[in-house]
């Protein structure tokens, strides 16, 4: 789902999405990536684009801090890897590990029973 604000001095697109689970195949995040890339290509280039989206991926601590800061939680996952490229392909940056934040806020995603704490993309 795309919004265009038509706003001085430049539109803004607000893109909204949603990944397939971990549990997904490979597939179904492929097909994932390419909806979201069609919405992407809609949008003029010359207009800012912020992608509001619940990616499944971990990127973990901040290792290319323009990127995505440097203030992450844990390792990096395959699809973590994934979101990193696609992110420097269409020249966006992560901004959740922006800013510094108690290491008990850093949290999105709880296990049933919350034995497993995880952030999550």
Known sequence: MVI???VTPVNINIIEAYAPTSSSSEVDLNTFYD??????SICNNSETKIVLAE??????????EFLEGSHGLDDRNERGDMLIEWCEE???VIAKAWLK???????????PGKHTRNQID
């Open 4 to 6: 265009k604000l038509k």
């Open 35 to 40: 909806n979201l890339n069609k919405t992407m």
């Open 55 to 64: 990616f499944n991926a971990k990127t973990g601590e901040g290792r290319q």
């Open 90 to 92: 269409k020249e966006l």
């Open 101 to 111: 934040r108690h290491k008990l806020r850093l949290f999105t995603w709880k296990s």
